[in-house]
């Protein structure tokens, strides 16, 4: 027998915090099915199932204890944040590839759970737009209504991906948009007003699901599994620069609350930037880290080159984080006086 | 190595300023020497890679000059997006004006300018484009250039081959999902609404200055 | 003169033991760089081989007439020399795969590989055993170019030898996967290329490995004897 | 004004010399171990990488480009380097032992770094005068020095992982470049007005 | 012409740069080697002379030569060398010959006929006695490195492992309850 | 009421402290057998002053303090001493220590008691007779309670506050102590009090203990004093001295200081009772209360004595059949004792039974997801996970550098840890191994300076022996000179060497056989490394064998050696 003080713990497990992330997703994934079709729930099992295999394989050969990892789940989080990143009627080898990718070089390549610098579906979203930005970049057009059957065969490549799928997000149509410049005479406000594509406030249907992230991820927050301050510096610099950038010129700028509701703002805010993983880890290197990663996407997605920012600003943050939090250390007890 | 007694610093410089000089003498001549032999070598195949560029928008048999020796210098120029001085290459036939084959630049493609180069018959027709420099999506903007074009039997460029620009009006110089006349991948409309655009300005604005570019002073042969 | 054993260790550290790219990790440029395809990777490895052979040449025969102070300027004016002439050759004889290695022709002078080479083993060795040891740096260097090349090219466009006609006008890339293979874009562009070296790296890691377990399991023919009973 | 910013931004993040242009990789690669060693490591090459485009800039324009020398590049420019690098070492090992003990073995590194001769070759081919020169010259540098220093940490962190066998080392950290560079790519198109 | 003008301009600045050098290389002159110390204070200070060096600041201006690799000194163990590879970015290599537990001398007191051998031989004074007296090792000065045994005599110094006290007992490396899941690789 | 302040971190473990508040406290019967370890407190190891054989007293000193800081030790009973010897430690490693073991007479005759009227004494005598009393802290640090009775010269001594916190679970000792002998434990207070002069006195009892608080009150009142009697939010770990501290002065006390500085000290209540006992009773410290507890029939507090075998002790509280274990101390921090003979000492206040029913074996150590709980949960406000990342990794430069020396291994990192990672473990593993390259830095450092001490000595003896040798052959040359001016007429000289050497060669044989053995064994030692030396090294090895084989000389005027 092996034990070792102290001899009483509280009761709490990995599973459980993993769990409870998931949990937290429902919402999302609820409102998600309603408005934009059951297609993500393929993705979200095709995603799950590549994921675990892969895990195992990897596992094996490391010769890890197979049974204790699998079902910490952490990698079933890591599934469902790649489905839910991808475009819904995706291929499923584009996800799978993605996963795989993600479980096994950015994840296992650094021992595995808890260990890897970069956030693994992030690095999936990012390997696979890089790869495969057609494919990436068509997602269903507005009032498409398609049933599950018609939807599980494009995923799986049985029906030809019909143009009429190659819509595009409100990002990415805005974005296409601002490019024809002002001589196509566009400006944002009339581009936005179009209530087909843009909905209430954001895009259409996608609104709903970003508010619904919001709900779980403020239930996270209520059961400890997050901190305030990564969803809130993310959300206020998110807020700060569009506001700005808004206020200064109307016609050329979206409006702060079509950025915190179109794309993965919400998502990223709460789920993505929030791994205690690959995230800072101090309270402050979390309120640097939120802030950088919600003003460099924006700055991605309104001036780079990939219609949504969140990814690869969370990446970018990723690689910071070390420094970040070497020169954000809390003063430890008795020490408060001295910097 | 002889350790004699510490020389002054000034005797040192100019000890190793003589070595390296020795060096440098020895070695810089060696390589002039290679310049100069291989002068003639790197000239030609500069000329033959240009030319195989033109040969690409213009075929050979539409000219009897030599078209790389009858240049004009043309200062930067908005109409062809092009904010540094180029060259206009004029093709003749017996001595008559034609092609003129010049680039021109796609400022708002996707990922940056795009580089063109645009050959434009005497008679208004258009002889061909090719990019010549992008920085489009790899995958997705990048079919402009007939080598990653999935359709290699009639790539996307190859569309403004024959174009008579007279017959066009400003409406048709456009995508067909702005309603022109010119197709475009599906997902990736950006890019080749860009080069339409280029390409058009670019006509126009040949075929206002025919008679200046065709006549105007420059290295004749 | 050089001895067999000699030559031998010398191949062999320039080809596996002491690879420049996998052990040393020197010369990552040029190996990440051009290695969009096999060809480029291979005939850059050329050039690098020519230049290095002469360059220790050089080096190893005026060893003692240079003085310490200016060694290293002087190791450089011998390299770089020699780099512009193989890069005129290039402009002249190959100008299509010149303006495809672009910079990486001229940054051969840079490339660590060739300078340490010189400063390690040329400025203490007599030239026939500087040449060999230039040369199979060098052979070691292509074959990892080329490899990687080849892996790149064909994970990120399922062909092999793209690039080929730029050096033998008339040959065609072979299409290996099939045609309709999406092409995993990621292993053309720089993160594919750093993904996949450390990949090779790990590979070499482990083949030393087993042969190292593979030498323990049969050890040499006394010992076993002395071990049984 | 703008333009300029552009280039600079352009040099420090969008195409950054080490993780899009893959120059320099060595020193990153060897410097990286330790975060103290990257910050010298990353100083000393700034200086010289923007000395060495300032120098190389004048040679071009005011010894060879006049005389129609432009083959003898290569050559002046290295040399040119090689130069700056041994009087710096020199200086330095003079002036500041301490820096000398961190930065001693690595300093005749920079001669090496590719990125001290492609930035000044690359300000040639993209015709900079002499001020864009020197800002995509310090631009590189700071860029350089910067996601040398970002991987130092990650490195350090890295050493407590409990990486694959036979990815310790060198091979992960390979692997780690790639993901920052895959993440540095996401700052593509944020220089495109230039 | 031109390959005059060519010769001309690069020996010009082969003059002004050589000149710079040549100077610089005088006047900046340091002395000295602060590796050395550097190195030396990785170095176990034992004194042993296993390294084949007369003591470990030998062995260091060795190493900072250039002259010695990393792993010959067998006191330092795995960890020596593992500094001194960081210190010096040099490659890790396995050590030259096996590591040892930590050990003192004891001198077996009936043998000993005070010959004074040994207190010449140990390096670091940790032998008291006088001659024709009995000797005596004082265990917390002696470092183990076995420099006193071949010379004496009449072999009464061995060498005993350091046992396990309240003094100097550790905390072992935490169970890790992690196993794999197969059998482990044998 | 009095205001408060708030630490950070702290858990709130379930406490299970009720199950032995039923009953009173009882004496503990007299063990067969007692080992009393010397060796019971912070400092200098106690001499011991008996030997086997002797008869001792209940109290009689047994152990004499080794130093200032260090506290004597005292036969717990009358008895005769069986031996002086090592004995299994309370201790995790479960190595032994010296010990006096002795068998009791079933008398339990105490020594002549000597109580003072301390009020008379200079306070240096108060400590003195402290010390002589073997008080120490019994709170769990048991460093020697004199030692602490100082105040800081340059700080005013603002305030002594008593820890009755008790925050660990399952521990009860100090709550019964408060609730039956309160006016004793306020007497004690007093003494410290006046030794130290404080500001305030504030009593810090966690809410959980209402009885205790009221009776501490109502003896406070009854003595008259001013002593503030604070019931502090129950909070684990509220009874460290340091949070204690911060909840009632706000004062927060760096790792690197003491108390003292910032004008606090703090003290157990069962210390302050045990000044008490040994100042107005003359009663040294030979027992102390310990609770029973866990996995037993009958949870209760003993009064038992130093040296008590545990298990002896334990089996007071009828233990469940499957108890397989005693932890020593709290759940949180005590530790699983090794051996059931160790002796009850005077670090034990708590005694539990364990069983995996109780303490369930914690679930396989995930690894650690950066999730911050530990952070959170740390009364420090360390990095645990931190710590743990580069403890694991063995980088101890880095453990020092997030500051684990000021880890109180209050393990409440490990309680919220949902990766189940043994994280105290961990920076005990760091710490003893950061302490432990001290020592050999420390070892190397003097091994260094030694021989560079001994290669001067060698360099001056031998500069000292040529100067000597040229001394004698200038006086042998003048002599010759002198010889040759005499015997002008030229004659042959002979070599006086020769003869000098013969008596030597015909000595050294006596010791042939040793020395050819001698050099066997240096000739196996010496040609590792030797073959590719460079030509000083060489020169240098062979100086060494010169020295050597020079060295060989002396012995030889003494041929009878080897026989000795
Ligand atoms: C990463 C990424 C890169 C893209 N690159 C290009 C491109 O190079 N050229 C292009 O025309 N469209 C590109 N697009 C697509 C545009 O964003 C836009 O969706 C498309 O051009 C609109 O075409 P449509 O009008 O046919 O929907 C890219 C999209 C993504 C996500
Ligand atoms: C060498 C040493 C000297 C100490 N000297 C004093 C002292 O002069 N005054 C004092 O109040 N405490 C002194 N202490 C005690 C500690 O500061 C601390 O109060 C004691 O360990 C109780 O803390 P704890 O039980 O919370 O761990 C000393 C400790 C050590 C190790
Ligand atoms: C985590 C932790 C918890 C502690 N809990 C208590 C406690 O509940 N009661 C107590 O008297 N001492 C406790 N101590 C010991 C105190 O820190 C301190 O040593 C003691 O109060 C000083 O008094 P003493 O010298 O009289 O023992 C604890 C120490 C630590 C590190
Ligand atoms: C709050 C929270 C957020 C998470 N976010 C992500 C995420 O964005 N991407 C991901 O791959 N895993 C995420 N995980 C799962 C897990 O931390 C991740 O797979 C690790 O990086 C694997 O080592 C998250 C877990 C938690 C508790
Ligand atoms: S082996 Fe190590 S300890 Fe012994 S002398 Fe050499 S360096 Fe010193
Ligand atoms: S006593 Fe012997 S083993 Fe110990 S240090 Fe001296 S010579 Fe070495
Ligand atoms: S509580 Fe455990 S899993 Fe969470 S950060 Fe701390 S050590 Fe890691
Ligand atoms: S054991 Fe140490 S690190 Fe853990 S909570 Fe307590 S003080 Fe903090
Ligand atoms: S090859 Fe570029 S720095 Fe070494």
New interface residues.
């Given amino acids: 027998?092996?034990?070792?003080?102290?001899?009483?713990?509280?009761d709490?497990?990995?599973s459980?915090?993993m769990t409870q992330v998931c949990l937290a997703l429902v919402p999302g994934i609820a409102v998600y099915v309603w408005l934009l079709g059951p297609a993500i729930l393929i993705q979200l099992a095709v995603a799950s199932l590549a994921a675990l295999l892969s895990e195992a394989l990897i596992?094996?050969l490391?010769?890890?204890?197979?049974?204790?990892f699998l079902s910490?789940g952490?990698a079933v989080v890591t599934a469902w944040l790649i489905a839910l990143t991808f475009p819904p009627l995706a291929p499923w080898w584009l996800v799978v590839?993605g996963t795989v990718f993600a479980i096994v070089?950015?994840k296992?390549?650094?021992?595995?759970?808890?260990?890897n610098?970069?956030n693994p579906a992030m690095?999936a979203f990012?390997?696979c737009i890089?790869?495969?930005?057609?494919?990436m970049?068509?997602w269903p057009s507005q009032g498409l209504h398609l049933s599950l059957a018609e939807q599980a065969n494009i995923v799986f490549g049985l029906m030809p991906r019909v143009?009429a799928l190659?819509g595009?997000t409100p990002l990415d149509a805005l974005k296409?948009a601002l490019?024809?410049?002002a001589e196509s005479g566009i400006d944002v406000p009339a581009l936005l007003a179009n209530q087909d594509i843009y909905g209430n406030f954001a895009g259409r249907g996608w609104e709903w699901v970003a508010a619904a992230y919001l709900l779980g991820g403020l239930w996270l927050w209520l059961r400890g599994v997050i901190?305030w301050q990564v969803p809130v510096a993310f959300i206020a610099a998110l807020t700060a620069i569009s506001t700005a950038l808004w206020v200064y010129q109307p016609t050329s700028f979206a409006s702060p609350f079509f950025h915190l509701f179109s794309g993965g703002a919400m998502l990223g805010a709460f789920f993505i930037a929030t791994d205690?993983?690959s995230g800072c880890?101090?309270p402050r290197g979390k309120l640097v880290f939120g802030a950088g990663a919600g003003l460099?996407a924006y700055?991605?997605r309104v001036?780079?080159?990939?219609p949504d920012?969140v990814?690869?600003?969370v990446?970018?943050m990723?690689?910071?984080?070390?420094?970040i939090d070497?020169f954000c250390?809390?003063?430890?007890?008795?020490?408060?006086d001295k910097p | 190595m002889t350790e004699a007694k510490p020389l002054s610093a000034s005797r040192i410089a100019v000890r190793t300023a003589l070595t390296l000089f020795v060096f440098v003498v020895v070695f810089t001549g060696f390589l002039a020497g290679a310049y100069l032999w291989t002068k003639p070598a790197i000239e030609a195949s500069a000329a033959e890679e240009k030319m195989k560029l033109v040969d690409e928008v213009l075929p050979r048999g539409e000219y009897d000059n030599r078209l790389l020796e009858d240049t004009l210098a043309l200062p930067p120029t908005p109409a062809l997006g092009l904010d540094e001085a180029t060259t206009v290459y004029r093709a003749r036939r017996g001595g008559q004006p034609a092609a003129l084959v010049f680039e021109a630049v796609a400022p708002d493609g996707y990922s940056g300018k795009i580089r063109l180069l645009v050959a434009l018959r005497a008679d208004g027709t258009v002889a061909g484009v090719r990019v010549t420099q992008h920085r489009e999506t790899p995958g997705l903007g990048d079919y402009i250039e007939p080598k990653k074009d999935k359709n290699k039997a009639r790539p996307w460029i190859s569309q403004f081959n024959g174009l008579a620009t007279a017959s066009l009006s400003p409406r048709d110089w456009k995508v067909k999902k702005d309603g022109g006349r010119f197709d475009a991948n599906a997902g990736a409309t950006v890019t080749p609404r860009a080069v339409v655009k280029a390409v058009f300005r670019a006509v126009e604005f040949a075929a206002a200055n025919q008679d200046a570019l065709y006549s105007r002073e420059g290295a004749r042969p | 003169m050089i001895s067999r054993e000699e030559f031998r260790t010398i191949a062999q550290n320039g080809v596996w033991k002491q690879n420049t790219s996998l052990v040393q990790i020197l010369g990552l440029c040029p190996l990440l760089a051009v290695t969009t395809n096999a060809v480029n990777g291979i005939m850059l490895s050329l050039a690098t081989i020519i230049v290095m052979a002469l360059a220790n040449v050089a080096v190893a025969s005026l060893r003692n007439l240079i003085p310490h102070e200016i060694r290293i300027p002087v190791f450089i004016l011998i390299v770089a020399a020699l780099v512009t002439v193989v890069d005129l050759l290039f402009n002249a004889k190959l100008h299509e795969l010149y303006l495809v290695l672009g910079i990486f022709i001229p940054l051969i002078v840079t490339n660590c590989i060739v300078l340490a080479r010189v400063e390690a083993f040329a400025a203490k060795n007599p030239p026939l055993q500087s040449t060999f040891d230039g040369v199979f740096m060098g052979i070691g260097m292509l074959w990892t170019l080329g490899l990687l090349g080849g892996l790149r090219e064909l994970l990120g466009s399922g062909t092999l030898l793209g690039g080929i006609e730029m050096v033998f006008p008339g040959l065609e890339p072979l299409q290996v996967l099939p045609a309709n293979y999406p092409g995993f874009l990621l292993a053309l562009l720089p993160p594919g290329a750093f993904i996949l070296l450390g990949c090779m790296i790990a590979w070499k890691n482990w083949v030393e490995e087993r042969a190292a377990l593979r030498a323990q399991q049969t050890p040499p023919a006394p010992t076993a004897n002395a071990g049984c009973h | 004004m703008s333009h300029y910013l552009f280039i600079l931004v352009g040099a420090v993040l969008v195409n950054n010399v080490v993780l899009v242009k893959i120059l320099g990789l060595c020193p990153f690669m060897g410097v990286s171990k330790k975060l103290e060693t990257a910050y010298g490591m990353g100083a000393a090459t700034t200086f010289v990488l923007t000395l060495a485009t300032g120098a190389s800039y004048i040679i071009d324009h005011y010894l060879l480009m006049p005389f129609g020398l432009e083959y003898l590049r290569t050559l002046s420019f290295i040399v040119t380097i090689a130069a700056i690098v041994q009087l710096t070492e020199m200086v330095i090992a003079k002036t500041s032992p301490s820096l000398q003990q961190v930065l001693g073995i690595y300093l005749p590194l920079i001669t090496t770094n590719c990125a001290v001769l492609g930035v000044p070759l690359l300000n040639i081919a993209n015709r900079y005068n002499l001020v864009e020169s020197l800002l995509f010259g310090a631009g590189s540098a700071v860029g350089f020095s910067l996601v040398l220093v970002l991987f130092a940490g990650i490195r350090e962190r890295i050493e407590g992982a409990d990486v694959p066998r036979h990815f310790r080392g060198v091979a992960i950290a390979m692997v780690t470049a790639g993901l920052m560079s895959l993440a540095f790519m996401g700052f593509a198109g944020l220089d495109k007005y230039q | 012409m031109e390959l005059l003008v060519a010769i001309a301009i690069m020996a010009l600045g082969a003059i002004v740069l050589g000149a710079a050098l040549g100077y610089a290389s005088v006047k900046f002159r340091v002395e000295g080697d602060p590796l050395i110390d550097k190195i030396d204070s990785v170095l176990p200070q034992t004194q042993c002379g296993q390294c084949g060096y007369p003591g470990c600041h030998p062995y260091a201006e060795a190493i900072a030569k250039g002259d010695a690799e990393i792993n010959l000194c067998p006191p330092g163990g795995m960890e020596g060398v593992q500094k001194l590879a960081d210190l010096l970015g040099r490659e890790v290599k396995p050590l030259e010959a096996e590591e040892k537990p930590p050990q003192v001398a004891i001198i077996d007191e009936n043998t000993c006929i005070g010959c004074t051998l040994c207190i010449q031989a140990c390096p670091v004074d940790a032998i008291v006695g006088a001659a024709k007296q009995m000797h005596t090792i004082v265990a917390p000065l002696c470092t183990g490195c076995e420099l006193c045994i071949p010379p004496c005599p009449v072999e009464c110094i061995t060498m005993e492992p350091i046992g396990e006290s309240l003094d100097n007992w550790k905390w072992k490396y935490p169970v890790v309850a992690i196993l794999p899941a197969e059998k482990k690789a044998a | 009421m009095f205001d408060l302040f708030k630490f950070k971190g702290g858990v709130k473990p379930p406490t299970n402290k009720a199950q032995s508040t039923t009953l009173p406290i009882a004496a503990a019967p007299l063990p067969a057998r007692l080992a009393v370890p010397l060796h019971q407190s912070i400092g200098g190891t106690p001499r011991p002053v008996v030997k086997a054989g002797d008869t001792v007293l209940k109290g009689q000193l047994i152990g004499q303090a080794d130093g200032w800081i260090s506290a004597a030790v005292h036969a717990p009973t009358s008895g005769t001493v069986r031996a002086v010897a090592m004995r299994v430690q309370p201790h995790p490693s479960g190595l032994d220590a010296l010990s006096v073991v002795i068998e009791p007479d079933g008398q339990d005759r105490w020594i002549e008691r000597q109580p003072v009227d301390y009020g008379k004494l200079a306070p240096e005598d108060v400590r003195e007779l402290l010390q002589a009393a073997g008080v120490v802290g019994l709170g769990g640090a048991v460093f020697p309670t004199h030692g602490k009775l100082t105040a800081a010269k340059s700080v005013p001594m603002e305030e002594l506050v008593i820890n009755g916190a008790e925050c660990e679970p399952f521990i009860t000792c100090d709550d019964l102590l408060m609730r039956e002998r309160a006016d004793e434990v306020v007497r004690g207070i007093g003494i410290f009090r006046d030794l130290l002069q404080p500001q305030r006195v504030l009593i810090g009892v966690e809410d959980n203990k209402p009885e205790a608080i009221a009776a501490l009150e109502a003896a406070v009142r009854a003595r008259g004093e001013s002593f503030s009697v604070v019931a502090v939010p129950t909070r684990y770990p509220a009874g460290g001295a340091k949070q204690l501290i911060r909840v009632l002065t706000g004062k927060e006390v760096p790792a690197a200081r003491r108390s003292t500085d910032l004008g606090v000290q703090c003290f157990n209540v069962a210390t302050a009772y045990t000044a008490w006992r040994a100042i107005a009773h003359g009663e040294p410290v030979v027992s102390r209360l310990v609770t029973l507890t866990g996995n037993v029939r009958q949870p209760r507090n003993y009064e038992a004595l130093i040296g008590t075998p545990m298990g002896e002790l334990l089996a007071v509280a009828q233990p469940n059949p499957d108890t397989d274990g005693i932890i020593m101390g709290g759940p949180m921090m005590g530790f699983l004792v090794p051996d059931r003979d160790a002796p009850v000492v005077k670090a034990t206040n708590c005694l539990i039974a364990h069983s995996d029913r109780l303490f369930p074996p914690a679930p396989p150590e995930m690894p650690c997801i950066r999730c911050g709980e530990c952070a959170r949960a740390c009364p420090h406000e360390l990095q645990p996970f931190e710590l743990y990342w580069f403890a694991r990794a063995r980088n101890f430069g880095k453990t020092q550098e997030y500051a684990i020396f000021d880890c109180i291994e209050c393990g409440c990192c490990s309680y919220v840890c949902p990766s189940r990672i043994p994280l105290v473990q961990y920076f005990r593993f760091a710490k003893s191994e950061i302490w432990a390259r001290e020592r050999e830095k420390n070892a190397a450092d003097g091994a260094k300076a030694r021989f560079e001490f001994k290669q001067q000595r060698d360099e001056r003896e031998k500069a000292e022996k040529a100067e000597k040798l040229a001394k004698a052959a200038a006086a042998q040359a003048a002599k010759k000179a002198a010889e040759a001016a005499a015997a002008a007429a030229g004659e042959a000289k002979t070599d006086p060497a020769p003869a000098a050497l013969d008596p030597e060669t015909a000595k050294r044989a006596t010791i042939e056989a040793a020395m050819a053995r001698a050099k066997a064994q240096r000739e196996a030692a010496a040609p590792r490394n030797t073959d590719n030396l460079s030509a000083e090294q060489q020169a240098e090895v062979a100086a060494i064998e010169a020295r050597r084989t020079q060295a060989a000389v002396p012995p030889q005027s003494h041929p009878n050696g080897p026989t000795e």
């Avoid at chain 1, 890089?130 to 494919?135: C, D, E, R």
């Avoid at chain 1, 990723?318 to 420094?323: A, F, S, Y």
């Fill in positions: 027998m092996f034990k070792s003080p102290p001899y009483l713990l509280q709490a497990s990995v459980r915090v596992l094996r490391r010769g890890k204890p197979l049974a204790l910490d952490s590839v070089v950015a296992h390549l650094y021992g595995g759970l808890g260990q610098p970069f690095i990012a390997v890089v790869s495969f930005p057609a494919l970049s068509q143009d190659a595009a296409t490019k024809l410049g901190t205690p993983v880890t101090t460099l700055l991605i001036f780079g080159g990939y920012g990814a690869f600003a990446l970018i990723n690689i910071c984080v070390p420094v070497l250390q809390p003063p430890i007890f008795g020490m408060k």
